[in-house]
């Protein structure tokens, strides 16, 4: 089946930092690609529709500036958390179809502490 | 995007059935329901989905009303390996095709 893999698995920065997490489809390509949020005990939020070759569409409430989506190629979508603090710690999931009437494919997910 | 409500937890016994409930009322036309499941420090897995009629798989069946405002993903015998929090989501095929997850039910599987 389809891999969805998804690196770092886990990353502790200092407050003020940036973290990038990538989000690779290994074998097929996305044209599209979902980033998540979860909060302990909490179910998944959505953050950003990840489009390749064009600007991520943000969820309501979402930072642009604080959170960075970027979708170079069909295979690797970015998120970069620019100028971590604590409350951005979080799991940060990603996920892919292969095409608009498939079933998603996650990632593993990244687990990040900002101390 | 249309709302699903699940009941928060569910218990079952080891090898017996599971019946989990979704329901949503305000299901459109062209709205597929999707189930996943997500296990502890993982990302979700696709269960099963489907639009009107019912479904089997090798995982799961998928029971929907015939009316479309409910469905109930069943399990047909609990392995402890299926204790996992599974969401209950409706995606609409030709409008935003975002996945919307709800609040899911916490299975709880009991040797």
């Known amino acids: 089946g389809a891999v969805v893999s998804q690196h770092p698995s886990w990353v502790i920065c200092k407050s003020g930092t940036s973290v990038k997490i990538e989000c690779r489809s290994l074998d097929f390509q996305a044209t599209t690609m979902f980033w998540y949020r979860q909060f302990p005990k909490q179910s998944l939020m959505l953050m950003a529709t990840s489009n390749e070759g064009s600007k991520a569409t943000y969820e309501q409430g979402v930072e642009k500036d604080k959170f960075l989506i970027n979708h170079a190629s069909l295979t690797l979508s970015t998120l970069t958390v620019t100028s971590a603090h604590p409350e951005d710690s979080s799991f940060y999931i990603c996920?892919?179809?292969?095409?608009?009437?498939?079933?998603?494919?996650f990632g593993s997910g990244t687990q990040l502490s900002v101390l | 995007d249309a709302k699903t409500t699940q009941p928060n937890s569910m218990e079952s016994n080891e090898e017996e059935p599971v019946h989990l409930p979704c329901n949503h009322s305000t299901i459109s036309g062209t709205d597929y329901i999707h189930w996943y499941r997500q296990l502890p420090s993982q990302g979700p897995e696709y269960v099963i989905h489907?639009?009107?009629s019912n479904v089997n798989n090798r995982m799961a069946s998928l029971a929907i009303a015939e009316d479309r405002k409910s469905s109930t993903l069943i399990l047909h015998r609990a392995t402890l390996r299926d204790a996992a929090v599974y969401y209950c989501i409706l995606r609409d095929e030709y409008g935003t095709y975002k996945y919307i997850f709800g609040t899911g039910t916490r299975l709880k599987v009991l040797a």
């Open positions: 489907g639009l009107t």
């Open positions: 996920s892919a179809s292969r095409n608009r009437d498939e079933k998603l494919f």
